[in-house]
């Protein structure tokens, strides 16, 4: 079996650079764009890959994790704000500029994301055990005999 690699963080950082244009901070849409581009690569469903990304985003509260308070990405932007249907509001208050470390610290999250839809007992970054039907009935006997012998115990001390 061939091991999964993670990408290397000069990957990361050579990406982010290079989105930046020579600036210390990238817009996030921008930086959710080149995470799709990263992970998923150039196809023809880059729509639905965008909107599963963004998803996982928010369930697993990256955002949060990584110092972003980005959730009107979420509902669409400024111009989904109530009291503000024409979107008068400027949209980079709404869509935040990330740092270096925070482009590779939401990265190395999504590759987790990631990992774990390739490996389907990858969960938190660690390997489930799993057990056979014979190792889990030696398993419950013991945890069933443990059981008695602590009720015969308390029962004998009554």
Do not use: W
């Not at 369930?59 to 990584?66: E, F």
């Not at 980005?70 to 979107?87: A, D, E, F, I, T």
């Not at 390739?118 to 069933?144: F, M, S, W, Y």
Request: charged letters at 25%; glycine letters at 8%.
């Amino acid at each position: 079996m061939s091991m999964l690699k993670r990408i290397n963080e000069d990957i990361l950082v050579n990406i982010f650079r290079s989105a930046a244009a020579g600036k210390n901070r990238i817009p996030l849409r921008r930086a959710f764009s080149e995470f799709v581009r990263i992970f998923y690569g150039d196809g023809v469903n880059v729509a639905s890959r965008s909107a599963e990304f963004l998803n996982e985003f928010y369930l697993r509260g990256i955002d949060v994790r990584c110092g972003l308070r980005s959730q009107v990405l979420m509902v669409g932007g400024p111009k989904n704000l109530r009291g503000n249907p024409r979107g008068g509001l400027d949209a980079r208050l709404f869509y935040p500029s990330i740092t270096c470390e925070q482009f590779i610290s939401i990265a190395r999250a999504m590759e987790s994301v990631i990992l774990e839809r390739q490996v389907p007992h990858l969960t938190g970054g660690c390997l489930k055990a799993e057990r056979r039907t014979v190792e889990l009935d030696a398993i419950n006997r013991k945890q069933h005999r443990e059981l008695l012998s602590s009720v015969q115990k308390f029962m004998q001390r009554d």
